[in-house]
Protein backbone atom coordinates (compact mmCIF):
# COMPACT_ATOMS: atom_id res chain seq x y z
CA UNK A 1 0.00 0.00 0.00
CA UNK A 2 1.28 3.22 -1.04
CA UNK A 3 2.14 6.24 1.74
CA UNK A 4 0.99 8.99 2.22
CA UNK A 5 2.18 11.36 -0.75
CA UNK A 6 3.04 15.41 -0.55
CA UNK A 7 3.39 17.30 -3.48
CA UNK A 8 5.85 19.26 -4.40
CA UNK A 9 9.14 18.31 -2.22
CA UNK A 10 10.57 21.46 -2.43
CA UNK A 11 9.17 25.03 -3.24
CA UNK A 12 10.93 28.45 -2.94
CA UNK A 13 8.51 31.50 -2.57
CA UNK A 14 8.72 35.33 -2.04
CA UNK A 15 6.90 37.07 0.61
CA UNK A 16 3.35 38.39 -0.20
CA UNK A 17 3.08 35.67 -2.61
CA UNK A 18 0.40 32.49 -2.06
CA UNK A 19 1.53 28.82 -2.27
CA UNK A 20 -0.86 25.33 -2.36
CA UNK A 21 0.37 22.09 -0.96
CA UNK A 22 -0.61 18.77 -1.89
CA UNK A 23 -1.11 15.87 -0.05
CA UNK A 24 -2.84 12.58 -1.42
CA UNK A 25 -3.60 10.10 1.50
CA UNK A 26 -2.97 6.35 1.88
CA UNK A 27 -5.88 4.33 0.32
CA UNK A 28 -8.50 4.17 2.11
CA UNK A 29 -8.19 6.66 5.04
CA UNK A 30 -10.28 9.65 4.63
CA UNK A 31 -9.09 11.86 7.91
CA UNK A 32 -6.17 14.19 6.74
CA UNK A 33 -4.45 16.85 9.26
CA UNK A 34 -1.19 18.82 8.64
CA UNK A 35 1.34 20.05 10.88
CA UNK A 36 4.24 22.80 10.15
CA UNK A 37 7.41 21.87 10.89
CA UNK A 38 10.07 24.79 12.27
CA UNK A 39 13.26 24.25 14.06
CA UNK A 40 12.00 26.94 17.14
CA UNK A 41 8.52 25.57 17.67
CA UNK A 42 8.70 22.39 16.19
CA UNK A 43 5.56 20.41 15.07
CA UNK A 44 1.68 22.38 15.24
CA UNK A 45 -1.18 21.17 14.16
CA UNK A 46 -2.51 23.45 11.40
CA UNK A 47 -5.92 22.08 10.92
CA UNK A 48 -7.44 18.05 10.10
CA UNK A 49 -10.36 17.18 7.04
CA UNK A 50 -12.45 14.38 7.48
CA UNK A 51 -15.42 14.11 5.04
CA UNK A 52 -14.56 17.12 3.14
CA UNK A 53 -15.30 19.10 6.09
CA UNK A 54 -12.53 20.80 8.43
CA UNK A 55 -13.21 19.28 12.04
CA UNK A 56 -10.50 21.14 13.67
CA UNK A 57 -8.26 23.86 13.32
CA UNK A 58 -5.12 24.97 15.23
CA UNK A 59 -3.46 28.27 16.27
CA UNK A 60 -2.73 29.91 13.19
CA UNK A 61 -3.62 32.84 11.47
CA UNK A 62 -6.55 33.31 8.32
CA UNK A 63 -3.83 33.19 5.95
CA UNK A 64 -3.64 29.10 6.28
CA UNK A 65 -6.58 27.37 4.84
CA UNK A 66 -7.30 24.02 3.58
CA UNK A 67 -9.68 21.90 1.70
CA UNK A 68 -10.55 18.01 1.06
CA UNK A 69 -11.94 16.53 -1.89
CA UNK A 70 -14.07 13.65 -2.24
CA UNK A 71 -11.28 11.77 -2.89
CA UNK A 72 -9.96 12.44 0.00
CA UNK A 73 -7.06 14.34 -1.48
CA UNK A 74 -6.10 17.45 0.37
CA UNK A 75 -5.01 20.84 -0.01
CA UNK A 76 -3.36 23.47 1.97
CA UNK A 77 -3.15 27.07 0.72
CA UNK A 78 -0.81 30.29 2.55
CA UNK A 79 -1.79 33.49 1.20
CA UNK A 80 0.65 36.55 1.92
CA UNK A 81 3.62 34.57 1.95
CA UNK A 82 5.97 36.06 5.40
CA UNK A 83 9.29 35.06 6.12
CA UNK A 84 8.06 33.19 9.17
CA UNK A 85 6.30 30.31 6.79
CA UNK A 86 9.52 29.09 6.19
CA UNK A 87 9.11 25.01 7.21
CA UNK A 88 8.45 22.20 6.73
CA UNK A 89 5.21 20.89 6.17
CA UNK A 90 3.45 17.52 6.94
CA UNK A 91 0.45 15.52 5.99
CA UNK A 92 -0.58 12.81 7.83
CA UNK A 93 -3.92 10.63 7.18
CA UNK A 94 -5.71 7.94 9.02
CA UNK A 95 -8.76 5.60 8.21
CA UNK A 96 -11.96 7.47 9.64
CA UNK A 97 -10.40 9.46 12.70
CA UNK A 98 -11.32 7.38 15.71
CA UNK A 99 -9.53 6.54 18.88
CA UNK A 100 -7.45 3.71 17.77
CA UNK A 101 -5.68 4.84 14.36
CA UNK A 102 -2.67 5.77 14.86
CA UNK A 103 -1.46 9.09 11.98
CA UNK A 104 0.68 7.84 9.24
CA UNK A 105 2.60 11.24 8.11
CA UNK A 106 4.49 11.96 4.56
CA UNK A 107 7.82 13.16 4.02
CA UNK A 108 6.73 16.62 3.93
CA UNK A 109 7.13 19.79 1.80
CA UNK A 110 9.73 22.11 2.30
CA UNK A 111 8.89 25.71 1.90
CA UNK A 112 10.95 28.33 1.98
CA UNK A 113 10.50 32.07 1.63
CA UNK A 114 12.49 34.36 0.42
CA UNK B 1 1.55 27.11 26.52
CA UNK B 2 3.56 24.16 25.78
CA UNK B 3 1.50 21.16 26.67
CA UNK B 4 4.02 18.65 26.45
CA UNK B 5 7.80 19.15 27.50
CA UNK B 6 10.70 16.74 26.25
CA UNK B 7 13.95 15.77 28.00
CA UNK B 8 16.77 15.90 26.60
CA UNK B 9 17.24 17.81 23.80
CA UNK B 10 20.08 15.85 22.65
CA UNK B 11 21.92 12.65 23.74
CA UNK B 12 24.76 10.70 23.19
CA UNK B 13 24.69 6.66 23.96
CA UNK B 14 26.88 3.71 23.22
CA UNK B 15 25.96 0.41 21.09
CA UNK B 16 24.22 -1.61 23.08
CA UNK B 17 23.01 0.61 25.68
CA UNK B 18 19.87 1.82 26.63
CA UNK B 19 18.19 5.21 25.65
CA UNK B 20 16.12 6.69 27.55
CA UNK B 21 13.79 10.06 26.70
CA UNK B 22 10.98 11.60 28.85
CA UNK B 23 8.06 13.80 28.74
CA UNK B 24 5.81 15.44 30.67
CA UNK B 25 2.30 16.98 30.29
CA UNK B 26 0.33 18.75 31.71
CA UNK B 27 -3.69 18.41 30.30
CA UNK B 28 -5.15 15.50 32.11
CA UNK B 29 -7.52 15.24 29.12
CA UNK B 30 -4.63 13.74 27.11
CA UNK B 31 -5.35 10.20 26.76
CA UNK B 32 -2.86 8.67 23.92
CA UNK B 33 0.15 8.99 24.15
CA UNK B 34 2.62 8.62 20.47
CA UNK B 35 6.10 7.95 20.41
CA UNK B 36 7.70 8.88 16.57
CA UNK B 37 10.77 8.78 15.25
CA UNK B 38 11.81 10.95 12.07
CA UNK B 39 15.16 10.88 10.03
CA UNK B 40 16.55 13.55 8.34
CA UNK B 41 14.42 14.57 4.99
CA UNK B 42 11.61 12.19 5.93
CA UNK B 43 8.22 12.45 8.28
CA UNK B 44 7.81 11.53 11.47
CA UNK B 45 7.31 7.65 11.98
CA UNK B 46 4.97 6.03 14.31
CA UNK B 47 7.14 3.65 16.79
CA UNK B 48 4.68 3.08 19.93
CA UNK B 49 2.09 4.24 21.58
CA UNK B 50 0.15 3.64 24.84
CA UNK B 51 -3.08 4.47 26.49
CA UNK B 52 -2.99 6.10 30.32
CA UNK B 53 -5.03 2.28 31.41
CA UNK B 54 -1.65 0.76 30.42
CA UNK B 55 1.66 1.49 32.68
CA UNK B 56 3.90 -0.20 30.02
CA UNK B 57 3.90 -1.26 26.61
CA UNK B 58 7.07 -3.37 24.46
CA UNK B 59 7.29 -3.35 21.15
CA UNK B 60 10.78 -5.16 20.18
CA UNK B 61 13.70 -3.03 21.61
CA UNK B 62 11.31 0.34 22.26
CA UNK B 63 9.38 0.17 25.97
CA UNK B 64 6.74 3.40 26.81
CA UNK B 65 6.51 3.50 30.71
CA UNK B 66 3.45 6.02 31.24
CA UNK B 67 3.33 7.25 35.15
CA UNK B 68 -0.33 9.01 35.12
CA UNK B 69 -0.39 10.76 38.35
CA UNK B 70 3.27 11.97 37.48
CA UNK B 71 1.54 13.10 34.46
CA UNK B 72 5.33 11.44 32.70
CA UNK B 73 5.58 9.21 30.39
CA UNK B 74 9.11 7.61 29.06
CA UNK B 75 10.51 5.90 25.99
CA UNK B 76 13.51 3.52 26.34
CA UNK B 77 15.27 1.49 23.27
CA UNK B 78 16.92 -0.72 24.84
CA UNK B 79 20.73 -2.34 23.24
CA UNK B 80 20.42 1.06 21.09
CA UNK B 81 22.43 0.39 17.69
CA UNK B 82 23.30 3.14 15.32
CA UNK B 83 20.31 2.97 12.93
CA UNK B 84 18.56 4.40 15.79
CA UNK B 85 20.31 7.54 15.59
CA UNK B 86 17.54 10.18 14.47
CA UNK B 87 15.16 12.58 16.57
CA UNK B 88 12.22 11.11 18.36
CA UNK B 89 8.98 13.25 19.35
CA UNK B 90 6.80 12.20 22.15
CA UNK B 91 3.41 13.48 21.75
CA UNK B 92 -0.04 13.40 22.97
CA UNK B 93 -3.82 13.84 21.98
CA UNK B 94 -7.34 14.00 23.24
CA UNK B 95 -10.28 11.52 22.07
CA UNK B 96 -8.87 10.32 18.60
CA UNK B 97 -6.74 13.17 17.65
CA UNK B 98 -9.61 15.17 15.86
CA UNK B 99 -8.05 18.54 17.71
CA UNK B 100 -4.29 17.16 16.43
CA UNK B 101 -1.01 15.69 17.95
CA UNK B 102 0.48 18.29 20.73
CA UNK B 103 4.31 17.62 20.20
CA UNK B 104 7.14 18.14 22.41
CA UNK B 105 10.02 19.26 21.03
CA UNK B 106 11.79 16.53 20.13
CA UNK B 107 15.44 14.85 20.90
CA UNK B 108 18.31 14.27 18.75
CA UNK B 109 19.48 10.61 19.71
CA UNK B 110 23.29 9.69 18.00
CA UNK B 111 24.42 5.98 19.05
CA UNK B 112 27.74 5.88 19.41
CA UNK B 113 29.27 2.98 17.37
Known amino acids: KAGVTQTPRYLIKTRGQQVTLSCSPI?????VSWYQQTPGQGLQFLFE???????NKGNFPGRFSGRQFSNSRSEMNVSTLELGDSALYLCASRPTGGSNQPQHFGDGTRLSIL | QQQVKQSPQSLIVQKGGISIINCAYENTAFDYFPWYQQFPGKGPALLIAIRPDVSEKKEGRFTISFNKSAKQFSLHIMDSQPGDSATYFCAASIGGGADGLTFGKGTHLIIQP
Open chain 1, 27 to 31: SGHRS
Open chain 1, 49 to 55: YFSETQR
